[in-house]
């Protein structure tokens, strides 16, 4: 049988969610938590593939994953996901200056890491690609 392109991407999701948490515990902090966001996307993951395979996958504890799933939708933390925000130079204020233009984005990927970039001018042009790496880091 044939694997689905869905089922292919589903697959590859949880082998990517799996890469975040070993990032995430090579540079952890003894006795820190799991980030939520890490855990809400466990969870979704856990709801496709089952829990065991889920928690076995991320070396997580499987009683742990069943507990959070059973915890009401809104008490979770939202999916982490990719998201396309388009910024158009051309829709920034035309009567302020070049140099007038500013422009503050804050960021937080599957690790639970944030990143604040605060641009002036020109440099709007440099977002996509510090956001780009941000977010595979």
Known sequence: ?????TEATSREGL?????HFT?????RRRGEHVPPALW????????????????QRLQLDVD?????MRRPAE???????RHFV???GSAMPAAAAPSARECVVEL??????????????????????????????
């Open 108 to 137: 937080r990927n599957a690790t639970g890491a944030t990143m604040r970039v605060e641009l002036a001018g020109n440099g709007l042009s440099i977002l996509a690609g510090l956001c780009r790496e941000f977010c595979r880091a």
């Open 75 to 81: 008490v979770r933390a939202p999916a982490p996901g």
């Open 23 to 27: 990032r995430w515990r090579e540079m």
């Open 15 to 19: 082998r990517d969610l799996a890469e």
């Open 40 to 55: 809400a996307e466990a969870v979704r993951m856990a709801h496709k593939h089952g829990a065991p395979h889920v928690a």
């Open 64 to 68: 742990r994953l069943r507990e959070r």
């Open 1 to 5: 049988m044939q694997e689905t392109k």
């Open 86 to 88: 388009e910024l158009l």
